[in-house]
C-alpha cells in the first residue's frame, strides 16, 4: 500500500520543467530538483511546481491510446481497427466489452490521473507557503485546482466513487485514510469545491505565449459539464451561461478548421492542451501516429476507427462528416492520400496531422496536434440540454440550431420536450464524435445497453454502467479498494 502511495504521490524529485503553455512548453532539458529548491526560489519554482501539474496532460497513459480505447473504441462510434492480428494489449477486449479488471487500459488511466491528482495536491501545499505576489499566488492555485478537478472528472465518470485525496499523504494514518473509496457524490463534490475556487481565482485571459494554461472560463466550463453529468440542471445553466455572455468565446464559421494547426486557440477554444511540432517537440504521446491510416504508405498504427454506423447516421449536407472521417481512398485537406489498400475503411479526421503544411520536425509520437478538451459547441449544446430539462423550449432551440446551422443543417424540428431532448442528445454524437464523450453521453443519459447491444457488444446492465476497478490497486491497497459490481 506505501508503494502505492509512493507511485502516486511522492512529488519533491518530480522532474521540473519550465511553465510556459505556450510553443515553448516543456522545451527545457528536465533537472532533478527538489521541493526545497523550489521554496528557495519562489517565483521559478512555483512556476516548475504548477508545470508539472500540467505536463501529466502529455503523458501517453493520460491522454492517448488506453484513454481512446475506453472513451471511444466502447462506443458505438469507434471501432479498434488496425489489423485482426494487431490487439492493441486489451484494445480488442475493450471494443468488444470483454475486458475485466486486469486489463492494463484502466490501469494505466486510473495511474496516471491519480498521478495529476498527486502533483496538484502537493502544489496546493506548497505554493501558500511561497513569498509571490497575490495576484501570481492566486493564479498558480487555481491552475492547480483546475487540473485536480478535471483529473477527477475523469476518474469519477469511468470508475464512480475513487479515493479521496484532498492533502498530501505525509502518515501511514493518511494513506490508509485515502486507501478506500469516497462515494461518487463525495467526489463530485469535491470537483465543485475546487472548481468554485479556480473561478474566483483564475484570469479571464491568457496572452498568445501563455495558450493552454486554464482561465476561469475554463473552469466556468468544466462546471457546466461536472453539473450536467449530476442532471444538476439550473447549475450547468448557469455556467454555461457565464461563459457564452463572457463575449470571449464564439464558434468558428469552419468545423472543419476547429482540428487543424490553423484553428489552434481560436474563437471557438476554451481550454485545449498545446502540442509542439517544431523542435524540440512535445506533444500528447503517439495520440497522432496511434490513430493515423495505416497500411501500404500509411502514417501510423490505424487503431480508433469510425463505425460504419456513425458514417452512416449523419444527416444528408452534414458538414462535420467530411471532418470527422476519413475514407479509404480519399485525398485529404493537404494532398495526402490515403492507399485504397488500407486494412481499415475509415480513419479518424480529428487526430490528423499534416507533415507537409502543418508544424512536423519528424517526430510522430510528439506531434503537433492539440487535444481540445473544452469548446464553445460543447458548452451552447450543454445550455441547449440544460434549458430543456427546466422546461425552456425555446432558448435549447436557439443554442441547438446555432450548432445545426453552423454544421450546414435546417433548423431542428422539435416541438416538445422529449423531442427536444433526443434531439440535443443525437446532435452532441455527431457535434462531439471522437473528442472523449460519446461513451459517457450514453451512460449518464441511460441508454448505453440500448444503443451498444444493437451494435453487437455484450454490453451488461448494472456491470457495465462503470468500468472496473484495476484489480493491481485493489492488490496493492491490501483489498481496502472495493470493487465495482459484477467484476
Known amino acids: 500500500m506505501k508503494t502505492l502511495f509512493k507511485i502516486l504521490f511522492i512529488f519533491s524529485t ?37 508545470a508539472a501539474v500540467y505536463s501529466k496532460l502529455y503523458d501517453w497513459q493520460q491522454h492517448s491510446f488506453s484513454w481512446n480505447g475506453i472513451t471511444s473504441m466502447t462506443s458505438d462510434d469507434a471501432d479498434k481497427g488496425s489489423d485482426p492480428g494487431d490487439s492493441g494489449a486489451d484494445k480488442h477486449e475493450l471494443d468488444n466489452w470483454t475486458f475485466n479488471a486486469s486489463s492494463i487500459s484502466f490501469f494505466e488511466v486510473w495511474e496516471s490521473n491519480f498521478q495529476g491528482i498527486g ?73 465543485e469545491s475546487d472548481l468554485n475556487d479556480a473561478i474566483a481565482k483564475l484570469p479571464v485571459t491568457v496572452t498568445t505565449a501563455e495558450n493552454g494554461r486554464v482561465t476561469k472560463g475554463a473552469a466556468q466550463a468544466l462546471l457546466a459539464k461536472v453539473s450536467l453529468y449530476q442532471r444538476k440542471w439550473g447549475q450547468a445553466k448557469a455556467m454555461a451561461d457565464a461563459v457564452i455572455a463572457s463575449g470571449k468565446y464564439s464558434l468558428l464559421p469552419d468545423y472543419a478548421m476547429i482540428w487543424r494547426e490553423a484553428g489552434e486557440f481560436s474563437s471557438e477554444s476554451i481550454w485545449e ?77 480529428k487526430s490528423y496531422v499534416s507533415k507537409t503544411l502543418e508544424s512536423f520536425n519528424g517526430d510522430d509520437w510528439n506531434s503537433n496536434k492539440n487535444l481540445r478538451i473544452l469548446r464553445l459547441g460543447d458548452i451552447l449544446l450543454i445550455k441547449a440540454e440544460a434549458e430543456n430539462e427546466l422546461g425552456n423550449l425555446e432558448p435549447a432551440r436557439t443554442a441547438l440550431n446555432q450548432i445545426r446551422v453552423r454544421a450546414g443543417l435546417e433548423n431542428t424540428t422539435a416541438t416538445n420536450q422529449a423531442e427536444m431532448r433526443m434531439a440535443i442528445w443525437n446532435e452532441r454524437r455527431f457535434e462531439m464524435a471522437f473528442e472523449h464523450d460519446r461513451m459517457f453521453d450514453l451512460r449518464r443519459t441511460g441508454r448505453a445497453g440500448q444503443v451498444l447491444r444493437a451494435h453487437g457488444k455484450a454490453y451488461v446492465d448494472g456491470k457495465h454502467d462503470l468500468f472496473p476497478i484495476p484489480q493491481r490497486q485493489i492488490d496493492l491497497s491490501g483489498g481496502k479498494l472495493s470493487q465495482n459490481p459484477g467484476y
Open 14 to 50: 518530480v522532474l521540473f520543467a519550465s511553465l510556459s503553455c505556450g510553443k515553448k512548453f516543456l522545451d527545457e532539458p528536465p533537472r532533478r530538483v527538489t521541493i526545497q529548491d523550489l521554496l528557495n526560489n519562489p517565483t521559478d519554482g512555483a512556476q516548475r511546481i504548477i
Open 119 to 191: 502533483r496538484a495536491t502537493y502544489a496546493l501545499k506548497f505554493l501558500p507557503e511561497m513569498n509571490l505576489q497575490p495576484d501570481d499566488k492566486d493564479r498558480y492555485t487555481g491552475e492547480a485546482r483546475m487540473l485536480r478537478a478535471y483529473f477527477y472528472f475523469n476518474l469519477v465518470r469511468m470508475f464512480g466513487g475513487v479515493p479521496k485525496i484532498d492533502k498530501v499523504l505525509e502518515t501511514q494514518a493518511d494513506i490508509e485514510a485515502a486507501s478506500s473509496r469516497a462515494s461518487a457524490e463525495e467526489i463530485y463534490a469535491f470537483i
Open 273 to 349: 492542451v498545446n502540442a509542439v511540432g517544431v523542435d524540440p517537440s512535445k506533444g500528447i504521446e503517439g495520440y497522432f501516429v496511434t490513430q493515423a491510416p495505416r497500411g501500404p504508405d500509411g502514417l501510423g498504427w490505424g487503431f480508433n476507427t469510425p463505425t460504419d454506423d456513425l458514417a452512416n447516421a449523419y444527416e444528408p449536407n452534414d458538414k462535420r462528416r467530411a471532418a470527422t472521417i476519413i475514407f479509404r481512398g480519399q485525398t485529404l485537406w493537404d494532398g495526402f492520400v490515403v492507399n485504397q489498400g488500407a486494412p481499415n475503411p475509415r480513419y479518424n479526421y
